[in-house]
């Protein structure tokens, strides 16, 4: 098998031309028992893709959704360029609430739409498809880039034997095919450095077991699967060196946004002086969010909980509470794996310089400052 998963992408209609086409995602909701992909033909079926995770995980969704915009365009009145800005406004609108808490999301959704707005007036819908579906492509391509340089960095900090835990599913199934929490064991492993990799079944929806368990055997590595009330034991038993796991969203002071499970694995980790290491490309940061407090965290459907593959295995009328993230503070994040490198605290700055339009507005703001106070010289 190919080191890198067909986790999104796009699929063409026609040979040798990207327009008119679909959005091709690995049905995540069928795994492990089969491997099946769908072809999204209209942003509403994407939209429902996203919202009941057939494509999951940070960056996959803004993928995927960024390629969504294109199936809704394509089809545009062509002498209409200004009814299509409208209609792409409306597109990013829409797809952005499939679901809350992955900031990617928003971030290539915003991304496309800055790239249609920048473009000169008076371009024709044709020029600007063209020029879309050649953004998609971009954040794509981008997030491989960045999943690789992330793995190179994080295969630096583990050792041959060492047992490292992950929670939920940050691999190729939920980027555009390398992963992030993952892709440091790829690395590692292309460097013959083996490591044990133990993995959370992470309830409720199972991400661990059936995404990362899968994954990681297609891959060839040897997996140990355990539920997650059985981390701080076995952190208690000398058999955990390290965690590492993902993002959906990291607020501009370090506090991160993920899977359910995340925040008591953090709290059992330092207990055991054991790291807490948060891997994840610069699309995952948001300065807008000061803290964790401004990040929503998804509520998803009782019957997550209440049910299991249509049989009931809870009490009728029983209130249920089922947040799908939660906030892991940043006091407990020994560093974050970036692309960029290993971030250690204090994290502020170094989340700051991460994001290129917050450095570029910093540059301007001093600019500006700097010719007023030239000016009042
Ligand atoms: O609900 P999911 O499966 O989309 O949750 C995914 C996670 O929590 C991942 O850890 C996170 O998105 C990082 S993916 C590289």
């Not at 994407?46 to 919202?51: G, H, M, P, S, Y």
């Not at 993952?182 to 199972?206: G, K, M, S």
Request: aromatic share 6%.
């Amino acid at each position: 098998m190919s080191i890198v998963f067909e986790t999104v992408a796009w699929a063409p209609r026609h040979e040798g031309r990207d327009l008119p086409g679909a959005v091709r995602i690995l049905d995540q909701t069928r795994l492990p028992n089969e491997t099946e992909f769908l072809l999204l033909n209209t942003p509403e079926e994407v939209w429902d893709a996203i919202r009941r995770l057939a494509v999951r995980g940070a960056p996959a969704i803004g993928i995927a959704a960024a390629y969504g915009l294109i199936v809704g365009l394509q089809d545009a009145d062509r002498d209409k360029p200004v009814d299509f800005l409208h209609h792409l406004d409306h597109l990013v609108h829409y797809l952005g609430t499939a679901r809350p808490t992955a900031v990617n999301l928003n971030w290539a959704l915003e991304r496309m739409r800055a790239a249609a707005h920048e473009l000169e007036p008076g371009l024709t819908v044709d020029v600007l498809l063209q020029h879309l579906i050649q953004e998609a492509h971009h954040i794509r391509e981008e997030d491989l880039a960045m999943s690789h340089s992330i793995g190179e960095h994080g295969a630096e900090l583990l050792r041959a034997g060492m047992g490292v835990l992950t929670h939920c599913n940050a691999g190729g199934l939920a980027t555009s095919g390398f992963g992030t929490a993952l892709a440091p064991l790829y690395v590692a492993r292309e460097r013959q450095i083996h490591v044990r990799v133990f993995v959370d079944e992470t309830r409720p929806l199972l991400q661990g077991s059936r995404l990362t368990a899968w994954e990681l055997q297609q891959k060839g590595f040897e997996v140990t699967l355990l539920c997650d009330s059985a981390a701080g034991h076995l952190m208690r038993e000398g058999k955990i060196d390290m965690v590492i796991v993902g993002a959906d969203r990291v607020a501009a002071n370090g506090d991160v946004a993920n899977k359910i499970g995340t925040y008591m694995l953090a709290l059992a980790a330092r207990s055991h002086r054991i790291p807490f290491f948060v891997a994840m490309p610069s699309s995952t940061i948001d300065l807008n969010a000061p803290t964790g407090r401004a990040i929503e965290i998804e509520e998803r459907p009782a019957e997550e909980l209440t049910e299991w593959n249509g049989v009931v295995v809870a009490p009728k009328g029983v209130h249920v509470c089922n947040p799908a993230f939660e906030i892991t503070p940043h006091q407990l994040v020994t560093g974050f794996i970036t692309e960029n490198g290993v971030l250690h605290a204090p994290f502020a700055l170094g989340l700051k310089d991460m994001v290129p339009q917050a450095v570029e507005r910093e540059r301007s703001e001093e600019h500006t400052s700097e010719l007023q106070s030239r000016q009042s010289i």
